[in-house]
């Protein structure tokens, strides 16, 4: 509201006009009237009957008037606001008659210029009039009840001011906490002293169990908060509270059927109780309570403020537990940080140097933890042993149970020859420490390097392709049937081997590899693995068809060859990268789905 629209009514009702425009016509023995700005009138110019009734029974009966209004000729007027006297009016009375004689007569004559008679007469209509001391009496307390309502509103002006900046306390203090139990406990103790309330409590949901828990509380007793468990969907006085309404209120908590704890709360000494429901973005996140020890009836201001401090303290709790999260988060980003360098430390940084033989692997994880695994262990008597698998799942539980799965793995491959116990072993322990829904595939075998020979058992995992000849042979699929690792304690393993001739090659990956995708949503599949590994090891006749192999320093190397004589083919390292990059090629940037490990062995021709 503008200055240029205030009227007079904004600040007085026409009753209140109309009361003092009579009593003021009454004693002043003249007519008068209320008009607004623009001379509308707004009072009526005869007196009410409510004023005249009450004139006539002054005039009538003074000394019925009950003390303290009238104390001997004294009339005393208190002034009260809110049940609390602040002061009074007090107005003498005079006598009922006035007399003058000709000489004062005669000297008022002489000094207003007037006729003697004509004074002489005047004071005698005056003496006559007896209606206006009960005019001025009731004009008295009109005028206390007026001087009370303005203090009145003054005292809601200033009651108001004090909210307004409470809030503003209460807000930016909640906006600044960063603690969720230091924001709620601040919340419960700012809001008691502000209603002078006898305690109040702050309970949250738990959209999982949906029921209101205590979150922080400002003089309760233990006792009465282990009273037992609050389900928002029993408790209606909560639903009224989160509802559209925004608050409910319980005039005596001893005896209301809403209340679940009648008898705890007399207990306790508490009989009204306010609700406020808080919510963040529309939704219930918690209430808010506040109690008294006595019956209580809380105003539309009182309501309207703690609605205002409920809806702010929703927002700060928000904000607490997004700050809250953003913590944990770093937390579990460290973590994880920490735990990939430990996963890294345990992939071999370099593959062995074993004459005759020459060793690749590349491990591409899905996530910064991985669950897929590849190992190269020096035994003795001149063996060798690889091992790649794949654990369900991604993500960190993935990486720990590959972290155990190759502890172990090292563990049994000192003390134990057979490959087939070995992972008897491996089964064992993770049917033992996982879950039903966790299991391994593992392909291990063993490199005989002076026999050239290679012994080989498979859990499950894909089957190691051996190249020879330009053909692309699977080992470990047809003749085994051994399902992955952890799911059946009494499986058994089957443990194979073949002799290896000088120029073939192995390969060993995880199914990350033929499992991709490109954007076409066609699989990288099987049979192009296989494809891309028999043209990545083939050996070569023509320069022009050798293809450009990166090394790890980012140049490139073409095989050198004399026309009419057949090159090398490409090592181990050139052979993985090689399927890599056909790999990188298909999927066009598609999102990888899993983890990709590739192992690569290639003999040297004696």
């Given amino acids: 509201m503008t200055s240029e629209t205030l009227k007079l009514t904004d600040f007085m009702d026409l009753s209140a006009l109309q009361e003092i425009q009579d009593g003021f016509a009454s004693i002043a023995s003249v007519q008068a009237i209320f008009t607004d700005a623009q001379g509308q009138i707004l009072t009526n110019p005869n007196p009410t009957s ?10 009538s009966q003074e000394e019925q008037i009950p003390e303290p209004q009238r104390v001997g000729r004294e009339y005393i007027a208190p002034i009260v606001i809110a049940d609390r006297k602040l002061g009074q009016i007090r107005m003498k009375g005079g006598s009922d008659h006035l007399t003058v004689d000709d000489d004062k007569a005669q000297r008022l004559a002489k000094k207003f210029g007037v006729d003697p008679q004509t004074v002489k007469e005047l004071v005698q209509q005056a003496t006559k009039d007896r209606n206006r001391r009960p005019a001025a009496v009731q004009f008295l307390f009109l005028l ?27 807000t930016t203090m909640l906006a600044q906490a960063i603690d969720l139990r230091q924001v709620l406990d601040r919340a419960t103790e700012i809001v008691t002293e502000l209603t002078e309330a006898r305690a109040c409590s702050i309970r949250l949901l738990n959209a999982a169990t949906r029921e209101l828990v205590i979150q922080s509380v400002y003089n309760l007793s233990p006792e009465y908060l282990g009273k037992g ?33 009648n008898e705890m709360a007399e207990r306790e000494g508490l009989v009204s109780m306010l609700t406020v429901g808080i919510k963040s973005r529309g939704e219930p996140i918690g209430v808010m309570r506040i109690y008294s020890g006595q019956t209580r009836k809380f105003s539309n201001s009182e309501i309207t403020l703690l609605r205002g401090i409920a809806a702010t303290a929703g927002s700060a709790i928000e904000k607490a537990r997004l700050v809250r999260a953003q913590t944990e988060a770093r937390q579990i980003e460290e973590q994880i940080n920490l735990a990939a360098d430990v996963q890294q430390r345990m992939i071999p940084r370099n593959p062995p140097r074993i004459p005759g033989i020459e060793l690749a692997a590349s491990y591409v994880p899905c996530y910064q933890l991985g669950g897929d695994l590849y190992d190269f262990i020096e035994l003795p008597y001149n063996n060798l042993g690889v091992v790649i698998a794949d654990v369900s799942g991604k993500g960190l539980p993935a990486s720990l149970i590959m972290a155990s799965v190759r502890a172990a793995l090292r563990a049994q491959v000192d003390n134990v020859y057979y490959l087939d116990e070995v992972l008897r072993r491996l089964n064992s322990m993770l049917v033992r420490d996982t879950r039903d829904t966790e299991f391994v595939s593992l392909f ?71 499992e991709a995708r490109n954007r076409q949503d066609q699989q990288f599949g099987r049979e192009r693995v296989a494809e891309t590994y028999r043209n990545a090891g083939a050996l070569t006749h023509d320069p022009s068809h050798i293809p450009s192999i990166p090394t790890t320093t980012g140049h490139t190397t073409t095989g050198h060859t004399t026309t009419g004589h057949t ?15 056909d790999h990188r090629a298909f999927t066009a940037g598609a999102p990888p789905v899993d983890d990709i490990t590739v192992v690569c062995v290639r003999f040297q021709p004696t």
């Fill in 144 to 170: 206390a009840n007026a001087i009370a309502r303005l203090c009145y509103q003054e005292y809601q002006l200033r009651h108001r001011v004090i909210e307004v900046e409470t809030l503003s306390r209460v």
């Fill in 229 to 261: 468990t609050v389900k928002l969907d029993d408790s209606r006085v909560d639903l009224e509270a989160l509802s559209d309404s925004g608050f409910s209120y319980v005039a005596d908590m001893r005896s209301d059927d809403r209340v679940i704890y």
């Fill in 567 to 581: 090159t090398p083919a490409p090592n181990a390292d050139a052979i993985a990268r090689r399927i890599l990059r």
């Fill in 444 to 514: 291990y075998g063993v490199i005989d390097t002076r026999n050239r020979r290679f012994t080989y058992c498979n859990a499950g995992h894909l089957p190691a392709l051996l190249l020879r000849n330009g053909l692309v042979h699977e080992l470990g699929s047809g003749d085994q049937g051994s399902i992955v690792l952890g799911v059946i304690e009494s499986e058994r393993f089957k443990q194979s081997f073949i002799d290896i001739q000088p120029g073939d090659a192995l390969l060993l990956h995880t199914d990350g590899l033929n």
């Fill in 50 to 59: 409510g004023f005249l009734h009450r004139r006539d029974a002054l005039a």
